[in-house]
């Protein structure tokens, strides 16, 4: 480009651009304030997982797994089926006395997925893991807590 050319074009005062480079330097001008964490010891509730069932009456509330070695082991069920699961959700959710769906907000699910788990309706995932796990030798167990 010729001289006059590149000086008319500087020259030239569009309202429009004008305002679009000012705002553009102001944007980049300022300072954004420093961001402090907190420390990194977040809480699962905090996280946005599920809240965690409530013991049963008579459950030990710490060292479970102490509990369970001291003859208190309960028997594991095979999961052969999307049922066998639903049937072990099911019961746990009754012996606490939950609705479904208290039990699907205390697990962060809908109550139609409770009810379609509890009545053993699979989807392909699951059922897909079933099949692999079944042609691998591998036996997939559920035991209540």
């Known amino acids: 480009m010729s001289k ?3 000086d008319t074009l500087k020259n030239i005062d569009i309202p429009s651009v004008r305002v679009a480079t000012e705002t553009l330097k102001a944007a980049t001008s300022v300072k954004l304030p420093e961001l402090k964490m907190q420390s990194s010891n977040i809480g699962a509730q905090q996280l946005g997982f599920p809240k965690p069932l409530s013991h049963l009456p008579g459950e030990q509330h710490s060292e479970r797994t102490k509990a369970r070695t001291e003859g208190k082991r309960r028997e594991a ?3 052969v089926s999307p049922g066998d ?3 072990i959700v ?3 959710r009754e012996a606490r006395k939950l609705s479904q769906q208290e039990f699907a907000d205390l697990a962060g699910v809908g109550r139609r997925f409770i009810s379609e788990l509890e009545n053993g309706k699979a989807t392909l995932e699951f059922q897909r893991v079933l099949k692999v796990a079944h042609a691998a030798g591998i036996s997939i167990f559920a035991q209540p807590r």
């Open 85 to 87: 699961l639903g049937s």
């Open 4 to 6: 006059s050319l590149t």
């Open 77 to 79: 069920t095979e999961i």
């Open 90 to 92: 099911r019961t746990a």
